[in-house]
């Protein structure tokens, strides 16, 4: 079965600390993507690559990097994380060509304190 | 720029009743849309998709949707809801010339015994 896994399910972090998620796929996909979910806002794209080493901003990148130094994992990092950036955080994958559905992980809820 | 507007934010149905969830896009040309289902500390899972061709759609779970072009539209329906179908749904259109989805804000079910 195909598998997006985030690391961690929950997390609390504090203000000022810098904070890594990870999400690892065993799908050989090309695509990987990270997403904010928050209520009434739907799933918003902050960051997106397309392959090893390469990345793309999103709609909402300010305050986040990444970083894909290997196909199968794409990593999320709070450099300095802020209150504002507590949120569900969902990883998804994808094959290149447009047509195929995006893959997710189950999500990290990430709580800035 | 494109967009998907879910306009019902919350939707309660008793078991056994008919589902219809709007789904309303902004695009160019042909949409690549996709109808997601979240369920409760879970990540997206695909419902079905719709690229080209016969414009009624079926997916899992029972659900269909239909794209209507004249009305930008692409609602999902269910004839008979079940009390598992208690979700969090989303639209979500694939931005052109890319892998990349837009999504709504997505529609909360809530289902009565």
């Known amino acids: 079965d195909v598998k997006v896994t985030q690391s961690s399910r929950y997390l609390v972090k504090r203000t000022g600390e810098k904070v890594f998620l990870e999400c690892v796929q065993d799908?050989?996909?090309?695509?990987m993507f990270w997403y904010r979910q928050d209520p009434g806002l739907g799933l918003r794209l902050i960051y997106f690559?397309?392959?090893?080493?390469?990345?793309e901003k999103g709609d909402i990148p300010e305050g986040y990097s990444v970083s894909r130094e290997k196909k199968e994992r794409f990593s999320l990092i709070l450099e300095s994380a802020s209150t504002n950036q507590t949120s569900m955080y969902l990883c998804?994958?994808?094959?290149?060509?447009?047509?195929?559905?995006?893959?997710f992980g189950s999500g990290t809820q990430l709580s800035v304190l | 720029a494109q967009s998907v507007t879910q306009p019902d934010i919350h939707i309660t149905v008793s078991e056994g009743a008919s589902l219809e969830l709007r789904c309303n896009y902004s695009y160019g040309a042909t949409p690549y849309l996709f109808w997601y289902v979240q369920s409760p500390g879970q990540g997206l899972q695909l419902l079905l998709k719709y690229f080209s061709g016969d414009t009624l759609v079926q997916g899992i779970k029972g659900f269909e949707a239909e794209f209507k072009r004249s009305q930008s539209s692409f609602n999902l329906r269910k004839p008979s809801v079940h009390w598992s179908d208690a979700a969090e749904y989303f639209c979500a259109v694939g931005v052109y010339n890319t892998d990349k989805l837009i999504f709504g804000t997505g529609t909360r079910l809530q289902v009565f015994p």
């Open positions: 799908m050989d996909h090309e695509n």
């Open positions: 998804a994958s994808s094959p290149t060509g447009g047509d195929e559905k995006l893959f």
């Open positions: 690559s397309y392959d090893v080493k390469m990345k």
